[in-house]
């Protein structure tokens, strides 16, 4: 059975880093797009940032130059080095992987994050 672990989430000051994990019980992962997905209480799910089996990225607008997201396909996790956080990046963040040309869509639990003096 496919489980998707984050962990790194917690409560930190506008400013603050913090850095999510997302662990992968998945055969073959570095064939997978992985994503972070948030959503913010009363807001649609958003894709914060996503990388390739090649390793490109991208990112949302609104995190870009403050996120990174980075994959270790030696240990099947991926990464998202969050910095400079502010209070609208409050949300539950989830991992994300995807088989591309398959049905292979798979979500973690989520992981709370919370930006507040």
């Known amino acids: 059975q496919v489980q998707l672990v984050e962990s790194g989430g917690g409560l930190v000051q506008p400013g603050g880093s913090l850095r999510l994990s997302c662990a992968a019980s998945?055969?073959?992962?570095?064939?997978?797009?992985m994503g972070w997905y948030r959503q913010a209480p009363g807001k649609e799910r958003e894709l914060v940032a996503s990388?390739?089996?090649?390793?490109?990225?991208s990112y949302v607008d609104s995190v870009k130059g403050r996120f990174t997201i980075s994959r270790d396909n030696a240990k099947n996790t991926v990464y998202l080095q969050m910095n400079s956080l502010k209070p609208e990046d409050t949300a539950v963040y989830y991992c994300?992987?995807?088989?591309?040309?398959?049905?292979?869509?798979?979500w973690g639990q989520g992981t709370q994050v919370t930006v507040s003096s």
């Open positions: 994300n992987a995807k088989l591309v040309l398959s049905a292979s869509n798979y």
């Open positions: 998945v055969k073959l992962f570095s064939l997978y797009v």
């Open positions: 990388i390739t089996s090649g390793s490109s990225t």
